[in-house]
């Protein structure tokens, strides 16, 4: 059945299936969940983002002992140690590179250095033909149904009729992209592949809190909120006692500042808030989570979920069964 879905290829990267598993950052997309997509014929990606240098070194070293796939690093551009963390990742001979939350001129020459790919987040037509230029090997379109930071207020299916067309490398979509029908009419909109991060937060294999993959399944589709994130940018995340109080403007403060970030509005410490969730805080923690969150049904192996994921895009591949309009 894989084989009725195309395969994706990057540069020097082919994969199975066209599935990027999208990085989420703090350890949220650790080895372990990374290695069981990459198993399975997808792509798999550690999030950088919030780890010291030798713990992504380890997260690395980890996925290489359980999976033979295809696997990559995430970085924030917005990172304090964003030079530090993908230089690293490049150091351990990572499959590609993926940065977004700003753009990066210098990634790409540390790239070709090393001839790893790297793969650049971009919200409009204009950035993917400058990270083309620069040497991108592919882009990924994230839309505002995506999770976490966001570039764009425009949906992922505006992007893609901007973006495809208009560069000759890979166009990867991402935001919103949750089964298989999401899949089909994605490639069905010129997209070469899809990125796919809330979707295995509810997976066996995610190290998150339960409770943290448990609010995925018992929070309602209103809950999906904007936040105002210190980064910069707008952050979609799921409501609870935190967003709460950051949509009631009341100042969190930052007691004791890591100096994360390159830039920071110290409203409050967005990593403390993210460490507090994916520890099982999900009250005073940020949970991040794409806007369609509540069709996840259930939490299941990462074999199960590709599987499924198989499955609906044959069923709905079909012009005429697609469940969405184009």
Request: aromatic share 6%; with cysteine; proline share 3%.
């Amino acid at each position: 059945m894989i084989r009725l879905l195309p395969q994706l290829t990057i540069e020097n990267i082919k994969a199975k299936l066209p599935i990027i598993q999208g990085g989420m950052a703090v350890r949220v997309s650790t080895a372990t969940l990374a290695a069981a997509v990459a198993n399975e014929g997808g792509i798999g990606t550690i999030a950088g983002t919030g780890l010291a240098v030798q713990a992504l070194q380890e997260e690395i070293r980890k996925a290489r002992r359980l999976t033979a796939g295809i696997i990559g690093v995430n970085v924030l551009f917005a990172a304090a140690q964003f030079a530090q963390l993908v230089k690293a990742a490049m150091r351990e001979k990572v499959d590609f590179i993926v940065s977004g939350a700003g753009f990066s001129r210098d990634i790409f020459a540390w790239g070709k250095e090393t001839n790893i790919p790297i793969l650049s987040m971009v919200s409009s037509a204009r950035v993917a033909k400058l990270a083309e230029k620069m040497g991108a090997a592919a882009v990924i379109a994230e839309g505002k149904e995506a999770g976490g930071h966001l570039g764009t207020d425009r949906s992922v299916y505006d992007l893609l009729k901007e973006i495809v067309g208009t560069v000759r490398i890979p166009v990867i979509a991402a935001g919103g992209i949750m089964d298989g029908h999401d899949i089909a009419r994605a490639l069905k909109a010129g997209a070469d592949g899809v990125q796919m991060a809330t979707r295995f937060v509810a997976s066996d294999e995610c190290e998150a809190s339960p409770k943290f993959k448990e609010l995925y399944l018992t929070s309602a589709p209103e809950d999906s909120v904007l936040i105002d994130s210190p980064v910069g940018l707008p952050g979609r995340a799921i409501r609870n006692a935190l967003t709460e109080r950051l949509a009631a403007k009341k100042q969190l403060g930052v007691q004791k500042c890591n100096s994360c970030l390159k830039h920071c509005s110290h409203s409050f410490c967005i990593l403390d808030a993210l460490e507090k969730a994916v520890d099982g805080d999900v009250e005073n923690g940020l949970v991040f989570s794409g806007e369609f969150f509540h069709r996840i049904k259930e939490i299941s192996p990462v074999k199960k979920i590709i599987t499924q994921l198989v499955e609906e895009y044959e069923r709905y591949s079909k012009p005429a069964n697609l469940p969405y309009a184009l």
